[in-house]
């Protein structure tokens, strides 16, 4: 009853299975995805709202992630510990790469993709975007469009998506686009899980078609019946050339006060017959 005369509603997920709504003015999505949100179910004159302030957050781990391979001092200080002298400099075979000289794509150039973009800047990174939208930025050095893909996907060292999952987006990076990238190229998927082929992307990096992987978004995911699961039906944990994390990169405190903040502003806009944000 409560949820039927509810005006605002904030929540992940709209299905049949939920009450109709049918005092409902807002409904707010706590995060950036509305994927689980069946539009056609929103009562006439309700408006969607979603929320971001997660950029900076996955922007920070994206760069802790590609640092981890070109400065590996997690490794160094575990072989010190037992007198091993891996990295030490004057050693020819302990030479390291440097991150500043390598060129970044960014798949996507919403909130996510210009934040990362900011940070690769800083580092002297070469920074390439493909997006729906013409790209037209001070710190992308060269701009794609999603129908150039494979010549995309070519062009840089780290492929970083962050695309939304969308029907139009499913799938999208496909066998043939990762048949596009260079050998020792890295692929780092921070936007949702089955935009990257689940198939493809396994093989790629099963036989080395790839340089490696960094995935924070994955393909399966624990539910009440099931709390804990592998991430995909594909064993990718046997992976030496995969770097795998419980989509955990946006979350932190700050991303939880900024997306409150949002819900707040716009509950109050609502109130105050304003125009709502995102």
């Given at each position: 009853e409560h949820y039927e005369s509810a005006e605002v509603i904030v929540g992940v997920a709209l299905t049949s299975k939920h009450p109709t709504a049918t005092a409902l003015r807002l409904y707010h999505a706590p995060?950036?995805?509305?994927?689980?949100?069946?539009?056609?179910?929103?009562?006439?004159?309700?408006?969607?709202?979603?929320?971001?302030?997660?950029?900076?957050a996955i922007a920070e781990y994206v760069m802790s992630a590609l640092l981890m391979r070109h400065a590996p001092i997690a490794k160094a200080d575990a072989d010190l510990r037992q007198e091993k002298w891996t990295y030490w400099a004057g050693?020819?075979?302990?030479l390291r790469t440097e991150l500043g000289s390598q060129t970044i794509g960014l798949l996507g150039f919403g909130h996510i993709g210009r934040a990362i973009a900011a940070r690769a800047k800083a580092f002297g990174m070469r920074v390439h975007a493909a997006n729906r939208s013409p790209i037209s930025h001070s710190q992308v050095d060269r701009a794609f469009s999603l129908q150039a893909l494979p010549e995309f996907m070519?062009?840089?060292?780290?492929?970083?998506?962050?695309?939304?999952?969308?029907?139009?987006?499913?799938?999208?990076?496909?066998?043939?686009?990762?048949?596009?990238?260079?050998?020792d190229a890295i692929i780092v998927n921070v936007g949702r899980g089955p935009v990257i082929d689940e198939r493809a992307l396994y093989e790629a990096l099963l036989h080395l078609k790839i340089g490696g992987g960094i995935i924070d978004t994955l393909y399966q995911y624990p539910s009440v019946a099931v709390p804990e699961c592998k991430p995909s039906q594909f064993d990718f944990a046997r992976l030496e050339n995969v770097i795998m994390t419980p989509h955990m990169s946006g979350w932190t405190e700050g991303m939880v006060r900024r997306r409150q903040q949002?819900?707040?502003?716009?509950?109050?806009?609502?109130?105050?017959?304003?125009?709502?944000?995102?």
């Open positions: 995060a950036a995805g509305v994927d689980a949100i069946d539009l056609a179910l929103l009562p006439s004159g309700a408006t969607l709202c979603n929320c971001f302030g997660h950029e900076t050693r020819p075979n302990a070519g062009s840089a060292d780290i492929v970083v998506v962050s695309l939304p999952q969308t029907p139009q987006t499913l799938g999208f990076v496909d066998a043939r686009a990762l048949a596009a990238m260079r050998a949002t819900i707040a502003d716009n509950i109050e806009r609502l109130m105050a017959g304003r125009e709502l944000i995102n």
